[in-house]
T-cell receptor, first 114, second 120 residues
Framework: AQSVTQLDSQVPVFEEAPVELRCNYS??????LFWYVQYPNQGLQLLLK??????LVKGINGFEAEFNKSQTSFHLRKPSVHISDTAEYFC????????????FGAGTRLAVHP | GAVVSQHPSWVICKSGTSVKIECRSL??????MFWYRQFPKQSLMLMAT?????????EQGVEKDKFLINHASLTLSTLTVTSAHPEDSSFYIC????????????????FGPGTRLTVL
């Protein structure tokens, strides 16, 4: 079985500061990893994904994440955040081979303060 | 590309009535769609996988007679909450995969904007 742990339920940060949102997963098979962002009362928007290849993945809005197989982690980073980055961020994992279910973490609330 | 819409975006209904929520893939054909439920300040919980032309696959603990799913075409899946009660109030989100994108991109799910259901 697969599972996802987001270690921080809330992350407060000042504008223009760097941020890291942590995500660890467990799986007995190789995985695909995703980060989604959810703004209030909206659906989820894909930030980035790791399917294979380079372990450093760049996404939209200046975010990037690094897949670390030995530490089973997929932490999300941004060097300088903006007020508009305030949102809920979800890490998710699925198995390979297509049409597998997405398992979501509990989410991390990023609050950017001026 | 890969846009998913939901209708309505919000709905308020009386207890005991049924509510239908539509999920559409606007620019691609989706043989598989997914329905999620999200409680306030919580994560998404998969309710069921909707397959075009066949019965939906429900997750453990989800009442299939309560949450009716119909995947009538390659671009439309509907979720009907039957005899809704206040505890069914939630945010319902659908997603779909785009099989034409090819390769491992088929594993990426694209999400609709969600439907807020409030049962009085």
């Amino acid at each position: 079985a697969q599972s996802v742990t987001q270690l921080d339920s809330q992350v407060p940060v000042f504008e223009e500061a760097p941020v890291e949102l942590r995500c660890n997963y467990s799986s007995s098979v190789s995985v695909y990893l995703f980060w989604y962002v959810q703004y209030p009362n909206q659906g989820l928007q894909l930030l980035l994904k790791y399917l294979s290849g380079s372990t450093l993945v760049k996404g939209i809005n200046g975010f990037e994440a690094e897949f670390n197989k030995s530490q089973t982690s997929f932490h999300l980073r941004k060097p300088s955040v903006h007020i508009s980055d305030t949102a809920e961020y979800f890490c998710a994992v699925s198995g390979p081979g297509g049409y597998n279910k997405l398992i979501f973490g509990a989410g991390t609330r990023l609050a950017v303060h001026p | 590309g890969a846009v998913v819409s939901q209708h309505p975006s919000w709905v308020i209904c009386k207890s005991g009535t049924s509510v239908k929520i539509e999920c559409r893939s606007l620019d691609f054909q989706a043989t598989t769609m997914f329905w999620y439920r999200q409680f306030p300040k919580q994560s998404l919980m998969l309710m069921a996988t909707s397959n075009e032309g066949s019965k939906a696959t429900y997750e453990q603990g989800v009442e299939k007679d309560k949450f009716l799913i119909n995947h009538a075409s390659l671009t439309l899946s509907t979720l009907t909450v039957t005899s809704a009660h206040p505890e069914d109030s939630s945010f319902y989100i659908c997603s779909a995969r785009d099989p034409q994108r090819g390769g491992s991109s088929t594993d990426t799910q694209y999400f609709g904007p969600g439907t807020r259901l409030t049962v009085l």
